[in-house]
């Protein structure tokens, strides 16, 4: 399994931010996919998750109401709007598989400044 997630980079205080996770490799076994964080001096951090057949979504509550997750089963993408950005979501972000994780690759760096 590959993945590669994208779309990172510097923004201030209230702005937006589309992330895309391209994932190759994966199984039809799989259940969920899911965005992750860790900012420095911080532990890996869940932030949201959407099942890969319903697209039913779930979010950290530090997250909840300014992020979407969405899913393109064909192309076997998955995304994270982030809208209404803070400071504390400044962190790298990585997607994975959720609950079976894969090697977390370099992840994408989203710097928010106030």
């Known amino acids: 399994v590959q993945l590669q997630a994208s779309g990172g980079g510097s923004v201030h205080d209230g702005d937006s931010l589309r992330l895309s996770c391209a994932a190759s490799?994966?199984?039809?076994?799989?259940?969920?996919m899911g965005w992750f964080r860790q900012a420095p001096g911080k532990e890996r951090e869940f932030v949201a998750v959407?099942?890969?057949?319903?697209?039913?979504?779930d979010y950290a509550d530090s997250v909840k109401g300014r992020f979407t997750i969405s899913r393109d089963t064909r192309k076997t993408t998955i995304d994270l709007q982030m809208n209404s950005l803070k400071p504390e979501d400044t962190a790298v972000y990585y997607c994975?598989?959720?609950?079976?994780?894969?090697?977390w690759g370099q992840g994408t760096q989203v710097t928010v400044s106030s």
């Open positions: 994975n598989e959720y609950g079976e994780p894969h090697d």
């Open positions: 490799g994966l199984t039809t076994s799989m259940n969920a």
């Open positions: 959407i099942s890969w057949r319903s697209g039913r979504a």
